[in-house]
């Protein structure tokens, strides 16, 4: 196989790519609405907020780690945004510091315990998963007698706070949610840091073999730590986003989610094992995901095919990733 | 691969052990070992499996300090806390299952730990042209023809890996380079290749220490000879003073071997 063919199949993002055009040209043929570009901006909206965490999480996974509390995080620090500016009467900056502060300290704290522990990520943060889901429940109860935080628009600073998190935006004629242009900000930053930079290069290290790593000097635990925190940061950004966007907050807000990351993040080519994936892939796994969930009733099917369409999505891809890549890697044998 | 004269010892070695020992709980895994590592040289070390070769390879690598005895580097006594520690002070060591990430590419592996950057700030990235532009040169000054720099480390062969390995440690200026068995997996061909890297390497100044269990491999390419049985050293030779037969037989255990060799013997053959 000549190189130039080779370079571009082993790119882990190929698979993703094949599939969002599929599924874009399978939806904008049968509906109109869809490839409108009101339809757009609306597919382009669930995509961003599980975009931004899904690239989060792809550079964890490439760097050989889960965190399956990502999902309750973007709850807890919602909840979080919301009860210091309302309960505890604060400035909406206020609150939203705070939410950032504890948001590290939770990715800290999963980042160390298992880079201490060298127990599997995926159980340690199953715990703090639902040591999360617990605490959003019980505090919130607490600190309003429901479970729902609500009335974040009376906060003092939620104007300029709206501007930042929950605006929209003129795109090419379409009012997009300004998510969407995070979104695109993030996944560009994630991908320059990932392929460009030295801790880039030191989470594909760590995820593609955590020993040899170490042999030759890389801060594994450090690396380790510091995705960790990135993925909490980036739950932080999501949970902020949709309390000023919402005004109000369930407590269960979140839970569940966690897998849909993985699922875009594994659509968009990481490998489950680490040491392999992008970042502009798992955006792409991100909008297929955007394009299936509104796509489907604009086809007035029901609902309900949403998430077997998103199952078989996710076993295609897994299958397509795993054929170029021994194809690519056979090539030279 | 004829080995250049030998020059006559000046000032301290590189690296000297003196009466090493090292102990784990009540084992006492190796005891009362000197061995000598001079620049442009490669010192063998040879024993069969539990001899105390990886043994000896932690306590020069810095993962394992001695429990007794004395490292000297230039001729001063050296302790290392860490391998970061022993690679600072020139001491490179690849190992068998090699420091490498097979699905990274060859140039990313060969910064790994130690990438170049341009740029300051926030915008310090790593320098990917230079990188990949170092790697192909320095591959090709040590005789390693590698196509692409971009395809997969765990797209090469056993020999080319431990090659590029080499290349690495070289280039980052290791002055003692150690070996951990970098032929024990090659077929006979990629085992050549790999010694003619190992005497690229001494060649350009390095002191090579190689450790091995095969002395077809180790006699060609070495200099002086350190035979280990059961943590205790059979004793240091140069290669003057050693034939490959004598070798072979002194870290067989000599007369085991013959033993053994007479009782697979057919009857009456």
Known sequence: MPGPLRRLLVKPELGALVGAVVVFTFFAVQSEVFRSPRGIANWLDPASTLGIMAVAVALLMIGGHFDLSAGVMTGTTALTVG????????????????????????????????????????????????????????????????????????????????????????????????????????????SWVLLRTRFGNWVFATGG?????????????????AL????????????????????????????????????????????????????????????????????????RWDADWFYFFLGAMLLLAVLANRLVRRYAEAARR | MTPPPVAPPVGPPLLELRGVGKDYGSVIALDGIDATVRAGEVTCVLGDNGAGKSTLIKVLAGVHAADRGAVLLDGAPVTFGSPREALDAGIATVYQDLAMIPLMSIWRNFFLGAEPTRGWGPLRRFDAARAKEVTRRELAAMGIDIRD??????????????????????????????????????????????????????????????????????????????????????????????????????MAGGAELEALAHELERPGG
């Not at chain 1, 998190?165 to 004629?173: K, N």
């Not at chain 1, 030759?216 to 380790?224: E, F, L, N, Q, S």
């Not at chain 1, 109000?248 to 489950?272: D, R």
């Not at chain 2, 290349?167 to 061909?189: C, Y």
Request: charged share 15%; net charge positive; with cysteine.
């Open chain 2, 149 to 250: 720099p971009d395809q997969p480390v765990g797209t090469l062969s056993g020999g080319e890996r431990q090659s590029v390995a080499i290349a690495r440690a070289v280039h980052f200026g290791a002055r003692v380079l150690i070996l951990d068995e970098p032929t024990s997996a090659l077929g006979v061909k990629q085992a050549g290749v790999v010694l003619r890297y190992v005497a690229q390497a001494r060649d350009r100044g390095v002191g090579v220490v190689l450790i091995t269990h095969n002395p077809h491999h180790a006699h060609p390419v070495g200099d002086r000879f350190l035979v280990l049985n059961r943590g205790r050293s059979l004793g240091e030779f140069a290669k003057t003073d050693i034939s490959r037969e004598e070798l072979t037989r002194l």
């Open chain 1, 83 to 190: 009860i210091v500016a309302t309960e505890l009467g604060q400035n909406i900056w206020v609150a939203i510091g705070a939410a950032l502060v504890l948001a590290l300290a939770i990715g800290f704290a999963n980042g160390w315990l298992v880079t201490r522990t060298r127990l599997p990520s995926f159980i340690i943060t199953l715990g703090t998963f639902l040591m999360l889901q617990g605490l959003n429940l019980g505090l919130t109860k607490l600190f309003t007698g429901t479970v729902t935080v609500g009335e974040i628009d009376e906060a003092p600073g939620y104007a300029a706070a709206e501007w930042v998190f929950a605006s929209r935006v003129q795109v090419l004629g379409a009012e997009v949610r300004v998510a969407v242009l995070w979104w695109v900000l993030f996944t560009a930053l994630a």
């Open chain 1, 209 to 225: 073999d955590e020993v040899a790593a170490r042999n030759v000097g890389v801060p594994a635990r450090r690396t380790t730590i």
């Open chain 1, 228 to 299: 960790f925190m990135t993925t909490a940061a980036a739950a932080w950004f999501v949970g902020t986003t949709l309390a000023v966007r919402l005004t109000s907050v369930q407590a269960n807000t979140g839970i569940g989610q966690e897998l849909i990351y993985i699922v875009a993040a594994v659509i968009g080519g990481c490998l489950l094992t680490g040491g392999f994936g992008s970042a502009v892939g798992a955006a792409l796994g991100a909008l297929i995901f955007g394009m299936t969930l509104l796509g489907i009733p604009y086809l």
